[in-house]
């Protein structure tokens, strides 16, 4: 799915990045702001999605998610994503149908927009209204175009959806959680980056949860904290279906130490893809 004549790029890269030790290729700062933020006993995260492609065909009617019957519920975030041609405004709303509920038409209460082969797009919204307790949650009218042309390739970058939900799950434990929403076009062989804790902060990092699409297994990009593997693998394998990734962290292992002093950068080695982060949601613990 890269561009025409871009094979030979993407070898170059390889070759660069395998051999270059800890040499940063490329450094750039994730574009992604403060969406949402929150603190309370034992305040916990929940992630979930599913990707709309159908390799080498079209894109699904219609994808779901199982939401549990969360107790305390603060906040929960429809995310969705996808590339059309042009930019008129038709991927601000989706179609959403609550369980036991009517289907619901949902607008974007943000979004974001870069552009590539069409225009990539990520959208949030607060759904927390149509939470009708534990059952499936279906999700239609995701709009993403085919813009890629090439018979070895899909015809689709990127379409997919994920659902956050903050909740109080424990007393007595103070957490705070962070979201951070957006949109960035990451491209091979750069390591992008973005302070997520300053230092001196008190707090440590217990969970993390990350959103994006584009990711395709074997191309080795991984997440980092502070330089070092989150989950000593690669994360970015389109893991909740084709071209998209929700992946969740818990027990993280990090130097808390380091962390207290220098603070915590979250980063995202792209090596051999492309990728398009849209969503980093964090849980951090207050004090020691």
């Not at 709009?143 to 970058?157: I, Q």
């Not at 979201?179 to 960035?184: E, H, T």
Request: with cysteine.
């Amino acid at each position: 799915m890269y561009p025409t004549g871009f094979k030979s790029f993407i070898i170059i890269l390889a070759f660069m990045h395998f051999f270059a030790g800890n040499h940063v290729l490329a450094q750039n700062t994730l574009t992604m702001q403060p969406y949402y933020e929150v603190a309370g006993e034992g305040t916990d995260i929940w992630a979930a999605g599913d990707s709309f492609i159908v390799p080498k065909g079209s894109l699904k009617h219609k994808s779901e998610v199982l939401l549990e019957a969360f107790p305390n519920i603060r906040k929960i975030f429809l995310v969705w994503s996808g590339e059309v041609k042009d930019d008129k405004e038709r991927f601000q709303q989706i179609l959403l149908t609550p369980v036991g509920k009517k289907t619901v038409r949902v607008k974007a209460d943000a979004a974001y927009r870069s552009g590539s082969s069409g225009l990539i797009y990520s959208c949030v919204s607060d759904i927390t209204r149509h939470y009708n307790g534990r059952g499936y949650y279906s999700i239609k009218g995701l709009k993403s175009d085919a813009l890629n042309r090439s018979t070895k390739s899909d015809l689709y970058s990127v379409a997919g959806f994920a659902i956050v939900v903050v909740y109080d799950k424990l007393q007595g434990v103070n957490h705070r959680v962070q979201i951070y929403a957006g949109l960035d076009v990451l491209r091979p062989g750069e390591i992008h980056d973005i302070s997520i804790l300053n230092k001196g902060s008190g707090r440590s990092l217990i969970k993390m949860a990350v959103v994006g699409g584009h990711g395709r297994k074997g191309n080795g990009s991984s997440n980092l904290l502070n330089g070092t593997s989150i989950s000593q693998s690669e994360d970015w394998d389109g893991s909740s279906g084709h071209y998209w990734d929700v992946d969740v962290f818990e027990k993280i292992d990090i130097d808390r130490t380091e962390a207290e002093k220098k603070g915590l950068i979250f980063s995202i080695d792209t090596v051999l893809q492309w990728l398009y982060p849209v969503v980093i949601a964090t849980v951090y613990k207050e004090g020691k």
